[in-house]
């Protein structure tokens, strides 16, 4: 792994993605050239199918580039599986299993055999009440609500302890108070752990909110990135304002 298991936060991790191309069964081309700064938080919008989550889906090991390199501190992990590369990744579906407790989904991230040591139950039990889940280590996801779902995946990337995040559209299917507090949490867990923060996301607001740097897609190619402030209030390219419906923010 790309950091010391050892309870501690982990240190930021700076990302890097060198022309990177890749392209689906007879779909288009796609080619990404970016570099994130250890301890950002990057926002990552654009038009459906302009390669949001592909982007996410490459750094994260799901996906293969047919070239180029990914860099996570430095290192090259293009060739490297997901469990390898300092990576944690929050999906929109927030892929719990059904049939666990919220303690056993969390627990996931420290052991995929749940055979758990002192420190590993510890671990969980923290990011547990971290997230704002105390007293509910014992319920199925179907007794939580969504935004509580959304807490306990974020609980058992915490414990996992990579120095990168990304999260694909994690806040889609939440009301705007939901929405509100895990806004919150998300800001106050960087705060307090440092790691480097990719998200995808349709709402500007939300970008404004959290994010200082913003990436924006368009056709499978980065077309602008920019802090959040200037791109989203003091000049916005076309590409950008037209897909804001031709107005700021």
Same mark, same amino acid.
């Given at each position: ?52 989550? $592909? ?29 390898? %590369? ?69 609980? %058992? ?43 995808? $996301? ?38 950008? $304002? ?8």
């Amino acid at each position: 792994m790309l950091h010391p298991d050892n309870g501690s936060p982990p240190k930021s991790a700076g990302l890097a993605l060198e022309k990177i191309s890749f392209a689906y069964p007879n779909g288009p081309q796609l080619a990404f050239d970016l570099k994130v700064e250890a301890g950002d938080i990057v926002s990552v919008m654009g038009p459906s199918g302009s390669g949001k989550s $592909t982007l996410l889906n490459l750094v994260a090991g799901f996906e293969q580039p047919l070239s180029g390199k990914i860099l996570v501190d430095g290192k090259d992990v293009t060739g490297l599986p997901p469990h390898q %590369r300092g990576v944690s990744m929050i999906f929109q579906e927030n892929n719990l299993f059904p049939h666990l407790t919220v303690e056993q989904n969390v627990g996931l991230g420290r052991s995929p055999s749940l055979k758990l040591s002192p420190k590993d139950r510890k671990a969980v039990a923290s990011a547990i009440e971290r997230t704002g889940l105390r007293g509910k280590a014992d319920r199925l996801p179907s007794a939580l609500s969504g935004g509580e779902r959304q807490r306990a995946a974020l609980a %058992r990337v915490l414990v996992q302890q990579n120095p990168i995040l990304m999260l694909d559209e994690p806040l889609a299917s939440l009301g705007p108070a939901l929405k509100d507090e895990m806004l919150d949490l998300i800001k106050e867990l960087h705060q307090s752990q440092g790691m480097t923060i990719l998200m995808v $996301t349709h709402d500007p607001q939300d970008a404004l909110r959290l994010a200082r740097t913003l990436v924006f897609l368009e056709k499978g190619h980065i077309v602008a990135t920019g802090t959040t402030q200037e791109l989203l209030r003091e000049g916005a390219p076309s590409a950008l $304002t037209d897909y804001l419906g031709g107005r700021g923010v």
